[in-house]
């Protein structure tokens, strides 16, 4: 009783941890497609009000990762989506750890 309790609690925590990542990865990808060249960051210094749908923030963040990935840095939102997936359905669960240090 008490295994499969524990079994089913760390299966809804995965499946947590899953959910977390896709709302990381959702997050990710507007801020990535809001992206404008005009908006303050470290490398852009505007009294404008900034485009991106996550603010300051969001701009903040993508202009590195443009400037210094450019298309590449949509593989983070991918990466991030895909794992979430495979968390939430649990398949490929116990390499979670290996896989994203490879990707």
């Known amino acids: 009783m008490e295994r499969d309790t524990e ?3 760390r299966r809804r925590g995965m499946e947590l941890v ?9 997050l990710a990808t507007v801020m990535l497609r809001t992206y404008s060249p005009d908006d303050p960051s470290l ?7 900034p485009r991106n749908a996550l603010g300051l923030i969001g701009a903040s963040l993508a202009d590195p990762l443009h400037r210094a990935l450019g298309w590449a ?6 990466t991030l989506g895909v794992w979430g997936l495979r968390l939430v359905t649990h398949v490929g ?6 896989r994203t240090v490879l990707a």
């Open 73 to 78: 840095a949509y593989g983070i939102p991918l």
């Open 7 to 9: 079994a089913a609690l």
């Open 93 to 98: 669960e116990s390499r979670v750890v290996a």
């Open 43 to 49: 490398f852009s210094a505007t009294d404008e009000a």
């Open 18 to 26: 899953g959910l977390i990542l896709i709302a990381l990865a959702v």
